[in-house]
């Protein structure tokens, strides 16, 4: 079966609109660690996936699914001790006011349903979501969305609101305070438009801002952010689907990078290392009040195999020390990175925290022309060198770079080689 026939078939079947990433498809075959193999033995760093968070196939997770899976599988409306034991580790990582967890398949679901739970809480309908970013598939979500290249744009009850990236050109010697002063008065404004006609229910922030590209945000515009939302009456969803579970290294989630607890927080991608396990935790208030006017039921969510695969990311997570690693090898990552960014003018700085990171490139030395193309081609050109990441931001122009936490030492040096031959090529 070559590259192209499977092409073909895909194409004939699954459509040609399912993103695909590369010029020429990776054709995988199997994984293990942080290392991905092709269909021609060719082995791949993987510095792109968090969804593997503790490692590719990792023996342990693979076994505790297997052993559940040969002993029981069935949905919530038995009692299992495997499920209760999961929710109470997993609620043990949060705040003691978040003491509550509703499990979900999938990050969409899980703000599909944290919004319901907020407008029913409000009565309100009207939400608030960052300019380009992404945080599902539903219908809901879909009208929410603002990230994505093509989108079917905003819902009549949706506002959008920019978050300021201080390595942006144009403020270039700004005072932060003031960046963040003025970003909130766009705030306020899409509150007091909303107030006037579908309430505010909600705002969802993603705290590491991934999608729009990893903009380093102004001290206090966050916690700004969420405390006009909830002097409007509405509450906080925290997505962490993608900053969770250590990705940014010193915080365990990623909203704990600020003074903010949110109301309901969504998790997802790595809760099951790739099972799809998803999950809203909140508080006991909240999901009483939704809880007793909704008979929620979701039959795969939190299932005895689930439950079996998030416990055990848990444990693997403790028992290989990987917050404090994503903490260390970020560090080590960055400083190296800022070297290669350093040398070429035309780089932005090394963004992001933990093992998230990326830099800008852009097509002038002012930093003002993003340049999206050459981004791409120092993609391409990393992939030839054995490594696959990615590109995001709004014209993307900012390299994504997010292994998994299983990461060692020993590839680190092969990711930064692969990052320097391929800034090299491309930029000269
Ligand atoms: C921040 C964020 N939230 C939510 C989602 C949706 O998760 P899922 O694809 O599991 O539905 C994504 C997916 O990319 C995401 O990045």
């Not at 003491?99 to 939400?127: C, K, P, W, Y």
């Not at 007091?192 to 990893?214: H, K, P, Q």
């Not at 006009?228 to 969803?237: D, E, N, S, Y």
């Amino acid at each position: 079966m070559t590259t192209d026939d499977l092409l073909a078939r895909r194409f004939a079947t699954i459509g040609r609109h399912s993103p695909l990433f590369y010029d020429e498809p990776v054709h995988l075959v199997s994984a293990s660690g942080v290392w991905l193999t092709d269909d021609r033995g060719r082995r791949y760093l993987d510095a792109y996936n968090n969804v593997p968070h503790v490692g590719h196939a990792h023996p342990r997770v693979v076994d505790a699914m297997c052993r559940q899976a040969a002993t029981l599988n069935l949905h919530t409306r038995y009692l299992n001790e495997r499920v209760v034991e999961y929710a109470e580790t997993l609620l043990a990582r949060f705040e003691p006011q978040l003491d509550r967890v509703l499990f979900a398949n999938s990050g969409s679901e899980a703000n599909e349903l944290a919004f319901r739970i907020a407008m029913q809480h409000t009565a309100s309908r009207g939400i608030l979501v960052t300019d380009f970013s992404y945080h599902g598939n539903t219908s809901l979500l879909a009208a929410a969305t603002t990230g994505l290249k093509t989108h079917e744009g905003l819902a009549d009850n949706v506002r959008a609101f920019a978050v300021p990236d201080l390595d942006a050109a144009a403020y270039a010697g700004a005072d932060s305070d003031r960046v963040r002063d003025d970003a909130l008065e766009r705030v306020d404004a899409a509150i007091d438009e909303l107030r006037e006609t579908y309430g505010v229910a909600a705002v969802i922030l993603e705290s590491i801002f991934s999608t729009e590209g990893l903009p380093r945000v102004p001290d206090g515009f966050v916690e700004g952010v969420a405390a006009r939302v909830r002097a409007a009456g509405g509450l906080v969803i925290g997505d962490e689907v993608q900053a969770g579970l250590a990705r940014t290294g010193r915080h365990f989630w990623g909203y704990q990078r600020y003074d903010l607890v949110p109301d309901l927080v969504t998790l997802g991608k790595p809760l099951g290392n790739g099972h799809p396990l998803a999950a809203v935790v909140t508080t006991d208030a909240l999901l009483e009040e939704f809880g007793s006017r909704n008979e929620y039921f979701n039959t795969f969510a939190g299932n005895p195999v689930s439950a079996a695969v998030g416990l055990e990311v848990l444990r693997v997570l403790d028992d290989e020390a990987l917050a404090a690693r994503s903490a260390r090898l970020g560090d080590v990552i960055r400083a190296e990175l800022a070297e290669v960014t350093g040398a070429y003018p035309t780089l932005g700085p090394v963004k992001g925290d933990g093992l998230f990171f990326g830099f800008g490139v852009f097509g002038d030395a002012a930093h003002t022309i993003p340049d999206g193309a050459r981004t791409k081609a120092i993609v391409e050109a990393v992939k030839a060198e054995g490594v696959l990441l990615s590109r995001i931001g709004p014209t993307g122009s900012v390299l994504k770079i997010r292994p998994p936490l299983a990461i060692t030492d020993a590839e680190v040096p092969i990711l930064l080689g692969a990052l320097r031959a391929a800034v090299a090529a491309v930029l000269g």
